[in-house]
């Protein structure tokens, strides 16, 4: 990746100022929220809702092992638009992009750059609770699940592991001809 002269020194300073932004493409239309207060215009020409210490990103890792960790957001405080779209059509989110992005700062908290993507994923789930608060309203929570991009790079695209599946692409192929059945019974090797 590389950052502009402007990112550099921030990186060569002993003060980083940056700020996580997450877009959600829902099918009704992308919703920005950044983990800072009030509106952000980036100078991409996005706007972004600050969600304060009140949202959670987790799963930004690296894959070890072959192991893809599973993103999540968890936002409270949202409103019942955004809300709603949990409780709406699972095509509004499901298999959506989610896209999670760095934003610089200045001294001044103005943004330096555009936003550069960090990880992306697919939505694969929303739940939404709504809980008393003390003013006699609601606070509504949302938590969403993503598969990264490295979820499935050991499954065989579009593939099983049978029998028949192997029969479909490779006729005649009897290398998972005993694959049913192996978890019981005990091979002897020649």
Known sequence: ???????????AGRVVRRGRLVLFDFASGPIGVWNGFG??????????LGFGELGQVSGIAQAINGKAPELRFTVSGVDESFAG????????????????????????AQCLDNPYA???GKIRGMEA???ADD??????????SAEG?????????????????QQNRYPGDNGMRRVAGIDAKEYKWL
Do not use: C
Not at 39 to 48: K, M, S, V, Y
Not at 89 to 103: G, H, I, K, M, N
């Open 1 to 11: 990746m590389t950052f502009s002269a402007a990112v550099r020194a921030q990186h």
């Open 39 to 48: 509106r952000l215009e980036t100078n991409d020409g996005r706007t972004w």
């Open 85 to 108: 779209k949990v409780k709406g059509e699972a095509s509004e989110y499901f298999d959506r992009l989610v896209t999670v992005f760095s934003q610089y700062f200045d001294e001044d």
């Open 118 to 120: 960090v990880t992306w």
């Open 129 to 131: 609770t709504r809980a």
């Open 135 to 144: 003013n006699g309203g609601f606070v509504r929570t949302v938590s969403i």
């Open 149 to 165: 991009p490295f979820s499935n790079k050991r499954r065989a695209p579009f593939g099983y592991v049978t029998d028949r599946d």
